[in-house]
């Protein structure tokens, strides 16, 4: 039904800058929140940054100041700006979208597959 694909990620050396972009598409009736999560080996699942449909967004303390979130609501999409990378930022990145549900009062989480960020020291 819907589909998100993220793009940008790489291997950089610390201090650098990476850009991630998340793509929405398929049938989207109303995006609400979307965000940016990371995982890496043995740790949980966690919030990088969200970003409401007004364009609010809302960041994990490990990241303000370094990392913007920003969208195109017209486009559907979503981006990460990271600058500033460090070791610790080294995860899998994945994309997230709250899709409203015609009709219902509920709604539908989407994620991406998944790209990965390596930051070298």
């Known amino acids: 039904q819907v589909q998100l694909v993220e793009s940008g990620g790489g291997l950089v050396q610390a201090g650098g800058s990476l850009r991630l972009s998340c793509a929405a598409s398929?049938?989207?009736?109303?995006?609400?929140?979307m965000g940016w999560y990371r995982q890496a080996p043995g740790k949980q699942r966690e919030l990088v940054a969200g970003?409401?449909?007004?364009?609010?967004?809302i960041y994990a303390d490990s990241v303000k100041g370094r990392f913007t979130i920003s969208r195109d609501n017209a486009k559907n999409t979503a981006v990460l700006q990271m600058n500033n990378l460090k070791p610790e930022d080294t995860a899998v990145y994945f994309c997230?979208?709250?899709?409203?549900?015609?009709?219902?009062?509920?709604?539908?989480?989407?994620w991406g597959q998944g790209t990965q960020v390596t930051v070298s020291s």
């Open positions: 997230n979208a709250d899709v409203s549900r015609p009709l219902f009062t509920d709604s539908i989480t989407y």
């Open positions: 970003i409401t449909s007004g364009g609010r967004p």
């Open positions: 398929g049938s989207i009736f109303r995006i609400n929140a």
